[in-house]
Structures are given as structure tokens and as C-alpha cells.
């Protein structure tokens, strides 16, 4: 995702310099904004045609024999045979017929007793990166406009050079996470 994220900011940039350079006007950010969007367009009913079904969502629905055939097919992707998979892929439910307990949840459940401190961390700590990150990214042509006094195509520029820097950096934070003696506690 980090990729993905990564080559998304490298694309809003390169549209950015050339949407300027043919629409100088003050609303060239509107041809941007609709230039961002038009991947969605195509994207979102190809993910819809594509992209799986999670087994958690399946299972859940009690569509059996389509996680079967999604962990055969998963596991084919990953390793080429099908002898990795424990029971041969057969699903068990472990519940009792009857049983719904497992089912019923709701998101007043994160702010439990036994959740509520770890719920409220992980949300600081999420809002903590997520404002860094953006403010980041956001501030980072202001500041270049400010201290530099560059051209909006010269701030694109530099905010993809710094998206474009980026790649190297996550793909080297994933081949750390699967290193033995490494692992994600140590690759942070």
C-alpha cells in the first residue's frame, strides 16, 4: 500500500505540472481534481470485477465453498501447489449450530474495558502519523513558495522527487520486515 500510496503522489504531480502548464488560469486545480478522480472511474468497477471477497467476509456469510476456493486459489498464487493448506482447504466451523455470539459485534465493543486503552492508542498514534504525514507533504510547496519563491510547476516538481524518494525507502522497510532476526519490531 505504501507503493501504491507513494506512486499515487508521483501521478498527482506529474498531472499537476502538466495541467498548469496547458491551464495557467486560477482554476487549474479544478482540470487537477477532475484529472485525479478519472482513475477512480475505471478503477473502482475493475476492483469490483477482480478483488476478492475477504474469507473473514465469507465465512461470515456462510459462503463455505467459496473460501475453499479462494484459499486453493491463494495459495496456488503463493507457493504453486495446493500442499500447504492444512485439511486440504476444508473449512470447520468451530462454533455450535445455534450459536451467534461469534457473529454479533458492533464497534462499541473497541471501547470495552479490556479495549478501550489499546482502541484510544492505536487512534492517537494513527492521527500523530497521519497529521505528520500529511502536514508534511501539504506544507512542504508553501514552504518552497515561501523560502524559495518557486513556480507551482517547480513545487510539483520537488513534492514528487520527495514521493519518488519514498519508494526505495518502503521497499526497503518490507524486505527488513521479512529478513530472519529482523522482523517488524526491529525494521521500526
Not at 500523530?128 to 506544507?139: P, Q, T
Not at 519514498?166 to 524486505?175: D, H, Q, T
Request: glycine letters at 8%.
Amino acid at each position: 500500500a505504501g507503493v501504491a500510496f507513494a506512486l499515487g503522489e508521483v501521478f498527482v504531480c506529474l498531472a499537476g505540472i502538466a495541467i498548469h502548464a496547458v491551464d495557467p488560469s486560477p482554476d487549474w486545480w479544478r482540470s487537477l481534481l477532475l484529472a485525479c478522480c478519472l482513475p477512480d472511474v475505471f478503477g473502482i468497477p475493475l476492483a469490483f470485477k477482480y478483488v476478492p471477497e475477504s474469507p473473514h467476509f465469507l465465512l461470515t456469510q456462510g459462503r463455505n465453498e467459496e473460501v475453499e476456493e479462494l484459499l486453493k486459489d491463494v495459495a496456488e498464487t503463493n507457493t504453486g501447489s495446493t500442499d500447504c493448506l492444512l485439511q486440504e482447504g476444508r473449512v470447520h466451523h468451530l462454533k455450535e449450530e445455534g450459536d451467534t455470539s461469534i457473529d454479533e459485534w458492533s464497534v462499541a465493543q473497541l471501547f470495552s474495558p479490556s479495549l478501550r486503552s489499546i482502541t484510544t492508542f492505536v487512534m492517537i498514534i494513527w492521527m500523530v502519523c497521519s497529521f505528520a504525514y500529511y502536514g508534511h507533504v501539504f506544507s512542504y510547496p508553501i514552504a518552497l513558495q515561501d523560502r524559495y519563491d518557486m513556480e507551482i510547476e517547480n513545487q510539483y516538481f520537488a513534492v514528487m522527487l520527495a514521493g519518488m524518494a519514498e519508494i526505495p525507502g518502503i521497499v526497503l522497510g518490507m524486505a527488513l520486515i521479512d529478513m530472519e532476526g529482523v522482523g517488524r519490531r526491529h525494521a521500526v
